[in-house]
């Protein structure tokens, strides 16, 4: 039997949080470890928030 894995969707507290900690010159990989989450999901998140403002 496979083990699932739970996933859930960022809050919009903590995807201000990436965006304040990404100003601050905080680390991908420091992010993920400050807000427990994996470094891939800060990685998705900084790349979608970079595509919805345009820049």
């Known amino acids: 039997m496979h083990k699932m894995r ?3 969707q960022l ?3 903590q995807r201000c949080q ?3 900690l990404k100003k601050s ?3 991908q990989s420091r992010i ?3 807000l427990s ?3 891939s999901t ?3 998140e900084l790349k979608r928030k970079t595509r919805l403002s345009g820049l």
């Open 6 to 8: 739970q996933y859930r």
């Open 11 to 13: 809050t919009k507290g």
């Open 18 to 20: 990436i965006e304040a």
């Open 25 to 27: 010159s905080c680390s």
């Open 32 to 34: 993920a470890k400050l």
């Open 37 to 39: 989450i994996s470094q």
């Open 42 to 44: 800060v990685s998705r």
